[in-house]
């Protein structure tokens, strides 16, 4: 079965700084997705960023980024000019070709300090 | 276009009664998806249905069903529940599968169901 670890249960930034949070998977499938999903307090879940294992290029969208490295099975998302409207849970998620929809990691609670 | 709905927004019941939660997909979305959230174990999938039918399942017992309508909309049952069901619930709708597609899942704000 597939694991997904996150390995920082909180982080602090200030605001305009940059972080990256951190997500280790572990599966013996070649092709596959991970993303990142943002939960707020609202508790919505938003897609934050996607990536396909197949596609070499590092993801991103505004300031969003990911550094993918699939050799490692790392999967990092870095927030650039951090801004107050991005705190929230961050969580890290698996999906392959098998049966068991998206395998999540445990979250990231993401502060930023204004 | 309308989100995921889900109904209701929060629930109390007591141990050993049944619920049944609900989920309306986005519109011509015809995957839906069910998870528990719960502090301890975090996020677990349950289970996913695409044109009324399951085609996949969590690890959770028996008493957790589910069911999906021609119009794409999904209930989910809890039969008997116990403390330990008390969490929140999401649902996720997509186009495709799960297996074969990647399109975006979307999140619905969840049903928080306490057990007491």
């Known amino acids: 079965a597939q694991t997904v670890t996150q390995s920082q249960p909180e982080m602090s930034v200030q605001e305009a700084e940059t972080v990256t949070l951190s997500c280790t998977y572990d599966t013996s499938e070649s092709d596959y997705y991970l993303f990142w999903y943002k939960q707020p307090p609202s508790r919505q879940m938003i897609l934050v960023i996607r990536?396909?294992?197949?596609?070499?290029q590092n993801a991103t969208e505004n300031r969003f980024s990911v550094n993918f490295q699939k050799a490692a099975k790392s999967f990092s998302l870095k927030i650039s000019d951090s801004q107050l409207g991005d705190a929230a849970m961050y969580f890290c998620a698996y999906k392959g070709g098998g049966a068991d929809g998206l395998t999540f990691g445990k979250g990231t609670h993401l502060i930023i300090q204004p | 276009k309308a989100g995921v709905t889900q109904t209701p927004r929060y629930l109390i019941k007591t141990r050993g009664q049944q619920v049944t939660l609900s989920c309306s997909p986005i519109?011509?979305?015809?995957?839906v998806s069910w998870y528990q959230q719960t502090p301890g174990q975090g996020l677990q999938f349950l289970f996913e249905y695409f044109s009324e039918t399951q085609r996949n399942k969590g690890n959770f017992p028996g008493r957790f069903s589910g069911r999906q309508f021609s119009n794409s909309r999904s209930e989910m049952n809890v039969s008997t529940l116990e403390l330990g069901d008390s969490a929140l619930y999401l649902c996720?709708?997509?186009?495709?599968?799960?297996?074969?597609?990647?399109?975006?899942?979307?999140f619905g704000q969840g049903t928080r169901l306490t057990v007491v």
């Open positions: 990536q396909e294992a197949y596609k070499q």
């Open positions: 519109s011509g979305h015809r995957s």
């Open positions: 996720a709708s997509s186009f495709g599968t799960l297996r074969t597609d990647n399109t975006e899942a979307f």
